[in-house]
């Protein structure tokens, strides 16, 4: 009588059962693995923008860079004739203190430029370099450090929604109306059904949807943490 060698169907048939629970059971744990560990890049993402900005301050009288801003052949700039324009956003203010341009982007989106946005309580629309409108309040200038009084709890960068307020500002932090079919894209929950944001103070920390609260500043909304602006 010949000696069983090998396996019997059966018991291929188990082994192969096996090994897929045990792949249903680590697949998932190995992709929240990765998604924590692009969070936390992202996070530290934030943090490094958040210290860009606050160097920038130091070397701008305790101002914050605005969101954007262009002129029409500026003399101060001197770059372009007097028919050209010149973009300057928020990101290209704060280069010179970013070592790595790859900060700009969160790990878990799938596109090839900025995926955070600046509050607009760091100043909105722009400022025109040749004729500079005199304002007195917040949306044509740089706001100062002293201005923000919880710098803890307003929120400066996050992942942002959609392309609409990728590279400026934060689309839906501008329309208070609900109909706007921006205003409730401001969110974007893919880090954990959260989001993370870096704060004035410099400190970057996942949230969720309701710990954040908005108030109206002239028909603008400005983002804080709580509910209490």
């Known amino acids: 009588m010949s000696k069983k060698t090998g396996f019997t169907l059966i018991e ?44 920038y301050t130091q070397d701008f009288d305790e101002t914050f860079p605005m969101c954007y801003m262009y002129s029409f052949g500026s003399p101060v700039l001197n770059e372009f004739d007097g028919n050209a324009r010149l973009w300057v956003y928020w990101l290209d203010s704060v ?14 989106t799938k ?26 309040d917040r ?10 009084k919880k710098p803890a ?11 609409s307020w ?9 329309w208070t109306n609900p109909a706007n079919p921006y205003y409730e ?9 959260g989001m993370n944001a870096a704060f ?7 949230y969720s949807r309701n710990q954040f609260g908005a108030v109206d500043y002239g028909g603008t909304l400005y983002w804080f943490l709580g509910t209490d602006g």
């Open 153 to 163: 709890e307003f929120m400066m960068i996050a992942d942002r929604p959609n392309w």
């Open 185 to 193: 894209q401001f969110w974007l929950d893919r880090h954990n059904g």
């Open 111 to 136: 596109e090839d430029w900025c995926s955070f946005a600046r509050n607009i309580e760091l100043g909105y629309y722009n400022i025109y370099a040749v004729d500079p409108t005199p304002r007195t």
């Open 139 to 148: 949306k044509y200038l740089g706001v100062s450090l002293s201005n923000i």
């Open 95 to 108: 280069k010179p203190y970013v070592m790595n341009k790859d900060v700009y982007k969160c790990p878990e």
């Open 200 to 206: 004035v103070d410099g400190h970057a920390k996942w």
């Open 12 to 55: 291929l048939l188990v082994v192969i059962a096996i090994i897929a629970i045990l792949a249903a059971i680590l697949f998932p744990v190995f992709a929240r693995a990765r998604a924590k560990a692009r969070q936390t890049t992202c996070l530290s993402n934030l943090k490094n923008l958040a210290l860009a900005h606050h160097m």
């Open 166 to 174: 990728s590279y400026y500002h934060m689309w839906n932090g501008i």
